[in-house]
């Protein structure tokens, strides 16, 4: 199957159900309405001259029209490059150069930077404005007016590509991995096996970028026929008030951003009568925060992880997990991404290799129909992560007796001091255990007898203090004085992603200025 087939699936239950809602408008398309646009936008950019496997874009903030022209590009054939609109404009024009993009549909809050995407990105040969005419660009109500919407014949091969999508520039230039009908699909399906609606349709509520993890969740929802609400982007005031206005049953948000509903005085004051899951991914969540979470929001919490290389879930804890863990009282599974995902087989991997037993650490690798093909144009880096048959998802963690794996960190945030090696989602978990403290990052800093020193840079909760000595005596009494950061920055804001996630990376910058390791 081809990811389309599923929203046509999800279409064929009730043409005249309504599939996407832009709640700042109100403005509502049904089913039947959104297989029109497809056919039409598909047909058009067939007559434009666009091959089978030519790719194309979407610029927009959260908007139905923009993810139906997304839609679209599946539905002819062609490949979704998916762009994350709160990139740096320089980012995402690196991607649309290397990805070879031939089409861009674009908001008009975007207009601005058009030019420049016309001049650094000459293969780009057709522009549509999706909500207005832009400059040199029609609009795509004007133009998608003009193809029919008749049936298109593509061959369902399941290795031909259908997204390219870019790994995130946090560390250099992006990449493009590589996804085919074949993993996008299987996606789907696990998606489809751990979650369950009895007779209701779900209806999710989207807000976070529709070019990343919920985006993808889409998929699935179309595939039972439900109803997606869009917010064009994560506003805690407007986006508890869609919870119950549309009775809303799946929400999927980053735990950075999780934290800060959760510190809202009014936030137990929302109805979540309506939600069956609550999907969390991108970044471990603190046990603590998790415990804080269920309180608030109910037995809904559900964690799924997976990274752009492969898609989730690779893992999953279900809320039917979190609610044994917790009535256990033992919260160490709560600290763990959960057991092995239909469709995935994980395994612990030594650096020569070799598979190793229950509780031993080493690098989290996977095989599973959603790994991606490999990188675009870059075959010595997809040898590398494809070493020994296995994907290396550059994890670092260790699978318990119940089968529950840990992940203890990322290879590249290792902290070696004084010859320890020290994990920082180790320390951060402990760190995040004190009430006062909304996120932090924890890295290793210059040391000249050691190396290296644990440093906790820390985020706290609007209107709480907390001072240095105390996380720092509160972390030795968790985890010991080695592994305890030897200080700690409290700051106002820690940089982020346009994902939420937390850029260790930026916040290492000032710390190896002037070194040998200096970050660039």
């Known amino acids: 199957m081809r990811p389309i087939d599923f929203f046509d699936n999800g279409h064929d239950q009730n043409p005249d159900a309504v599939c996407l809602i832009q709640d700042e408008t109100g403005r509502e398309y049904t089913y039947a309405q959104v297989r029109e646009l497809t056919l039409r936008t598909g047909n058009g950019l067939l007559a434009e001259g666009f091959k089978h496997g030519a790719r194309g874009a979407v610029l927009s903030i959260n908007d139905p029209v923009g993810f139906t022209c997304a839609l ?3 539905r002819a054939g062609l490949v979704w490059v998916p762009i994350n609109p709160g990139n740096a404009l320089q980012e995402n024009i690196h991607a649309l150069q290397d990805f070879d993009c031939e089409v861009l549909f674009y908001h008009s809050m975007f207009e601005a930077a058009v030019p420049a995407i016309r001049e650094q990105v000459p293969g780009i040969k057709l522009y549509i404005c999706i909500d207005q005419a832009g400059t040199d660009a029609p609009a795509f109500q004007d133009w998608v007016g003009q ?5 298109i014949e593509v061959a369902d091969n399941p290795e031909d590509l259908a997204t390219l999508q870019p790994t995130g520039g946090t560390t250099g230039r992006s990449k493009g991995a590589r996804h085919t009908n074949r993993g996008i699909s299987a996606f789907i399906m696990a998606n489809l096996a751990v979650t369950a609606y009895d007779d209701h349709p ?10 990343h993890a919920g985006g993808y969740i889409c998929f699935t929802i179309l595939a039972r026929g439900g109803t997606i609400v869009v917010q064009a982007k994560v506003e805690p005031g407007p986006f508890l008030a869609a919870i119950p206005k549309y009775n809303v049953s799946t929400l999927f948000l980053p735990p950075t951003v999780i934290y800060v509903f959760l510190s809202l005085p009014s936030i137990r004051e929302v109805d979540f009568s309506s939600l069956k899951y609550f999907i969390y991914g991108a970044a471990p969540m603190s046990p603590d925060k998790l415990v804080e979470a269920m309180a608030v929001f109910g037995p809904v919490m559900m ?5 752009t290389e492969c898609v989730f879930p690779v893992t999953y804890l279900s809320p039917a997990d979190h609610a044994r863990v917790v009535a256990s009282n033992n919260l160490k599974p709560l600290s763990s991404c959960g057991k092995p995902a239909p469709y995935s087989r994980l395994a ?3 650096d020569g290799g070799k598979l190793l037993p229950t509780g031993e650490v080493g690098e989290i690798v996977v095989q599973s129909p959603m790994v991606m093909q490999g990188y675009h144009k870059n075959p010595e880096l997809t040898a590398e992560v494809s070493a020994h048959g296995w994907h290396h998802t550059g994890d670092v963690g260790y699978r318990d007796e119940e089968n529950f794996y840990y992940i203890v960190d990322r ?25 006062s403290v909304q996120d932090c990052a924890v890295i290793g800093v210059p040391h000249e007898k050691w190396g290296e020193e644990v440093k906790a840079v820390v985020e706290l909760r609007k209107g709480q203090a907390a001072t240095e000595d105390e996380i720092i005596a509160m972390c030795k009494e ?3 004085s080695i592994k305890a950061p030897k200080s700690v920055d409290i700051i106002d804001q820690l940089p982020r992603s346009a994902n939420g996630k937390v850029l260790k990376r930026e916040v290492r910058k000032q710390y190896w200025a002037r070194t040998e390791r200096q970050v660039h």
């Open 303 to 307: 964690q799924m992880f997976g990274q």
């Open 478 to 480: 968790a985890i010991g």
């Open 72 to 74: 679209s590009f599946l």
């Open 411 to 435: 290879k590249k945030d290792m902290i070696i001091t004084g010859g320890f090696n020290v994990f920082s989602a180790e320390v951060e978990k402990a760190v995040m255990a004190h009430r």
């Open 147 to 151: 193809f029919p919407a008749d049936e």
């Open 348 to 350: 612990i991997m030594d």
């Open 202 to 211: 779900p209806v999710y509520l989207s807000a976070a970028p529709m070019t």
